[in-house]
């Protein structure tokens, strides 16, 4: 709702009005302005609603013991045989392909180490 505010008054800085049609008002009028915000304050309250439900919804994962994120590629073994072969002097691209993951969590693996 906070950036509908802003807009609005940017818009007719810049001589701009909004014409709705369907929904039947004119931002060039101050009726048209309070019409505008009337029907941005249902879309406001139902991105709140999404926010609220998603958190909780998170917490009662949390709660259940739910690991959330991506899953774990990496063991401690694998991440032993990195730094072992990057010891020897091993290219990313050749330990990744003797290990079987993605340069890139080679990569991932090494800056933790």
Request: charged share 30%.
């Amino acid at each position: 709702m906070k950036e509908l505010v802003l807009f609005l008054p940017d818009m007719k800085d810049r001589w701009i009005g909004i014409c709705s049609v369907h929904q039947g008002f004119d931002t060039s009028t101050s009726m048209g302005e309070i019409m505008f915000q009337v029907v941005g304050i249902p879309s406001s309250w139902e991105r709140e609603m999404i926010r609220e439900r998603t958190l909780a919804g998170l917490e009662r994962a949390k709660s259940q013991g739910k690991t959330l994120g991506w899953r774990k590629v990496t063991n401690d073994t694998m991440t032993a045989k990195i730094t072992e072969l990057r010891d020897e002097k091993k290219s990313i691209r050749q330990i990744a392909s003797e290990v079987g993951i993605s340069r890139g969590t080679v990569n991932n693996v090494l800056k933790v180490a």
